[in-house]
């Protein structure tokens, strides 16, 4: 999938409906209409794959009747977008656990990801009962089970093979983040793709997330490709000159190529629970 990877913290949907005087739960309802406006935009900004973050693993703990509001959106909005995405090239997936959701929402789940298997335009992914942290220890505990010598290998190899096996734990093939978008104001990760946001350019808006639409995706990617993002390096002084730092950057793979490709013989006879199977 071509394209940058965005991601987005959809925070704000409480505090939008509470000043209306209003549920929660119809903050989430508006903030699920959101969602349709910012998938719809996605493609056409150049982004290819989106990460959404609709239910963290701590969310667990909010109050069962607004944890059964956002489980039931979930499946509705599966249901209701999945014919949308199939003729929009949008392929779905979720990301995080499954075994803690209800039977007929993972059966959505399946039925959405096997429709839209095909979509090319858009990947969009869904993080629910989702936690960065534990996909980092699932990845960890994978490569402490890879046969010994693996982790003898350079620095630089076994954080590209780690990479992979965070991104297994999640979903395969998913790339490093390029932005990572929050609204609602605050400013913190709040345990979503903390691996995979190494180098993400980070954009903090006050906007809630119920009001947040295509022109403010497009600002935020405006904004992202106005960054100069030097990934440790420095700012080449004359301005160009070998390609600068989107050259050295892409030679930084080729260096670490065939350390890497020995890690992955390594860890790939490995059998760890996946992401959906923790
Ligand atoms: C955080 O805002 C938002 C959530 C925990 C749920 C996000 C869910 C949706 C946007 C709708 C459903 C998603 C999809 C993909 C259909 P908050 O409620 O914590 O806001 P607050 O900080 O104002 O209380």
Request: proline share 4%.
């Amino acid at each position: 999938m071509s394209g940058l990877h965005a991601a987005i913290i959809m925070d704000g949907n409480g505090r939008w409906a509470v000043a209306r005087g209003r549920s929660r739960t119809a903050g989430h309802l508006a903030g699920a209409d959101a969602v349709r406006r910012t998938v719809e935009a996605a493609p056409g900004l150049g982004i290819g794959i989106l990460t959404l973050y609709a239910f963290s693993s701590d969310n667990w703990r909010r109050p069962p009747e607004e944890v059964g509001a956002l489980m039931r959106l979930l499946r509705r909005y599966l249901m209701a977008e999945t014919g949308r995405c199939v003729e929009n090239g949008v392929r779905v997936q979720v990301i995080g656990r499954r075994d803690r959701l209800a039977g007929a929402l993972v059966r959505e789940i399946e039925s959405a990801e096997r429709a839209t298997a095909r979509g090319e335009k858009l990947w969009l992914r869904i993080a629910v009962d989702y936690s960065a942290r534990d996909a980092i220890v699932r990845a960890a505990r994978r490569l402490a089970a890879a046969p010994a010598g693996a982790d003898a290998e350079s620095d630089a190899g076994s954080r590209e093979v780690f990479s992979r096996l965070v991104a297994e734990c999640s979903e395969p093939h998913a790339q490093d983040l390029d932005l990572l978008i929050r609204t609602g104001g605050e400013k913190r990760l709040s345990d979503f793709l903390l691996w995979e946001a190494a180098y993400a350019e980070l954009i903090f808006t006050d906007r809630m997330w119920p009001d947040f639409g295509a022109a403010d995706l497009e600002d935020a990617v405006r904004e992202f490709r106005h960054r100069e993002r030097r990934f440790g390096m420095v700012a080449p002084a004359n301005g160009g000159g070998g390609g600068g730092i989107a050259a050295a950057v892409g030679q930084i793979p080729r260096d670490i190529r065939s350390a890497t490709a020995r890690l992955k013989r390594a860890v790939s006879g490995s059998s760890v629970p996946s992401a959906s199977n923790p």
